[in-house]
């Protein structure tokens, strides 16, 4: 079952960074070059010199490298007391505010635990995406240098009645965080922690969560799985190691899937460098698939868009002029995929790669996963400029993935797409860091 524990956390020193927003930074995967130089130029502790730390051309795999590096500023930063380490074992209450696109105020709520690493097999933490074999070398790497989790799990626990968030709401009232920021690329997002270290409350969540089985990573799929790797080279190095052995867990912020802030977004795709057919010609392929209607603006598309449901599968389409493809026939996907379930297959990226990308365009998932034709968006307004100014030839526009959607596939045993979900906001690295090097306990 699911198996958490309190821990004691590396966190910044307030003393000596007095303003940690600009320490604290996205998740790696979402750090680009330019907003890696951005995250440097803030300060000199910044958390991004760890996680995401700047490549050089003198690097050997051997030598010095950025994981060598890494591993110098996390020891050295300790031994200055950038960074401290908590005296206590804690909880750490995690809540994200932001504005929703529809325009209502959201508070996310989690809390930051280790849980105990399990298989997906075992059933109790199950995967939603597939995931790539080069961004968990790179994390592995990392993690063997450092021994330290910097990196968060975003995991969501059913919990349908949020007995656990109620716990945690009386444990923190009338209390102001330990930590208040916003951070510099979500900076409309507040980010808030309070440190919960009552033993008291502490087992009564750690009780709570006991009983729970299928957890589902919603980011972070790559991290998880580099955790599983790591504690299984750490179990053949040190086979009398105890269960309580850091590197049995990982770092975890915990969602249930019940909390009224879980918001999920949609990821449009964007089609560039093509040259196999006109916009036209994909348009008119598109039909033996879809009913192609052209519509007279962005606000009538994205009214038609939120009629869809189940049972009507709709896709905007984008290349100067505005079109809703419905799936015609929901039969054609157990056609074209009859050995995926049926919640895989009526997804809307599922619908859209299978069909429109890979059978009406001929790009096929080599390309797709090599990003040759592809690229992914979060901000619509920039995807559409992409097509606006000729970067692209036309934009796929796509409704957000249903949490529904997301535990249904995951109780069927299917990952979904890549790009599938964008969570927001971000779960941020360097509130709280967990040790797991072969000496640490929990």
């Given at each position: 079952m699911a198996k958490i524990a309190p821990f004691r956390g590396i966190r910044y020193n307030r003393n000596k960074v007095q303003d940690l927003s600009l320490v604290v930074t996205q998740p790696y995967d979402r750090i680009r070059t330019d907003l890696q130089d951005r995250y440097y130029d803030r300060h000199p502790y910044s958390i991004v010199r760890i996680i995401k730390g700047r490549e050089l051309e003198t690097d050997t795999p051997d030598g010095e490298n950025v994981y060598s590096r890494a591993a110098d500023y996390c020891s050295a930063w300790l031994d200055a007391g950038y960074l401290q380490r908590s005296s206590?074992?804690?909880?750490?209450?995690?809540?994200?505010?932001?504005?929703?696109?529809?325009?209502?105020?959201?508070?996310?709520?989690?809390?930051?635990?280790?849980?105990?690493?399990?298989?997906?097999?075992?059933?109790?933490?199950?995967?939603?995406?597939?995931?790539?074999?080069?961004?968990?070398?790179?994390?592995?790497?990392?993690?063997?240098?450092?021994?330290?989790?910097?990196?968060?799990?975003?995991?969501?626990?059913?919990?349908?009645?949020?007995?656990?968030?109620?716990?945690?709401?009386?444990?923190?009232?009338?209390?102001?965080?330990?930590?208040?920021?916003?951070?510099?690329?979500?900076?409309?997002?507040?980010?808030?922690?309070?440190?919960?270290?009552?033993?008291?409350?502490?087992?009564?969540?750690?009780?709570?969560?006991?009983?729970?089985?299928?957890?589902?990573?919603?980011?972070?799929?790559?991290?998880?799985?580099?955790?599983?790797?790591?504690?299984?080279?750490?179990?053949?190095?040190?086979?009398?190691?105890?269960?309580?052995?850091?590197?049995?867990?990982?770092?975890?912020?915990?969602?249930?899937?019940?909390?009224?802030?879980l918001t999920i977004l949609p990821t449009h795709r964007e089609i560039h460098d093509y040259r196999q057919k006109s916009v036209e010609q994909v348009l008119a392929d598109a039909q033996a698939y879809f009913e192609v209607t052209p519509v007279a603006s962005r606000e009538a598309l994205a009214e038609a868009m939120a009629q869809a449901t189940p049972a009507d599968r709709r896709i905007g389409f984008y290349d100067g002029r505005y079109y809703l493809l419905r799936l015609a026939d929901p039969q054609i996907m157990a056609k074209v995929v009859p050995d995926r379930a049926e919640e895989w297959r009526m997804l809307d990226v599922s619908i859209l790669h299978e069909l429109l990308i890979e059978r009406v365009m001929g790009i096929d998932k080599a390309r797709v996963e090599a990003k040759e034709n592809l690229d992914y968006h979060r901000d619509l307004d920039l995807a559409l400029q992409q097509v606006e100014e000729g970067r692209a030839q036309c934009l796929f526009i796509l409704n957000p993935t249903r949490m529904s959607e997301v535990k249904a596939c995951s109780d069927k045993g299917e990952k979904m797409p890549q790009k599938s979900t964008d969570f927001y906001p971000k779960v941020i690295a360097g509130l709280v860091a967990l040790a797991v090097g072969p000496k640490e306990r929990l």
């Open positions: 206590k074992p804690a909880f750490y209450v995690y809540h994200q505010t932001f504005k929703h696109p529809d325009g209502t105020s959201l508070t996310r709520k989690a809390f930051i635990a280790a849980l105990e690493l399990a298989r997906f097999e075992e059933g109790i933490v199950l995967p939603h995406e597939r995931t790539l074999s080069g961004p968990k070398v790179d994390r592995l790497n990392l993690l063997r240098a450092t021994e330290v989790n910097f990196g968060q799990i975003f995991m969501l626990y059913p919990d349908p009645q949020n007995r656990i968030n109620a716990i945690l709401e009386t444990a923190i009232a009338g209390r102001e965080p330990d930590i208040d920021l916003c951070e510099l690329f979500e900076a409309d997002v507040r980010q808030q922690v309070w440190v919960v270290d009552d033993e008291d409350v502490v087992a009564q969540v750690v009780a709570e969560m006991g009983p729970k089985r299928g957890l589902i990573i919603a980011d972070g799929h790559h991290r998880y799985e580099t955790a599983i790797n790591f504690r299984d080279e750490m179990r053949q190095k040190h086979p009398d190691a105890p269960a309580n052995a850091a590197f049995n867990y990982c770092m975890t912020t915990l969602v249930s899937m019940d909390d009224p802030g």
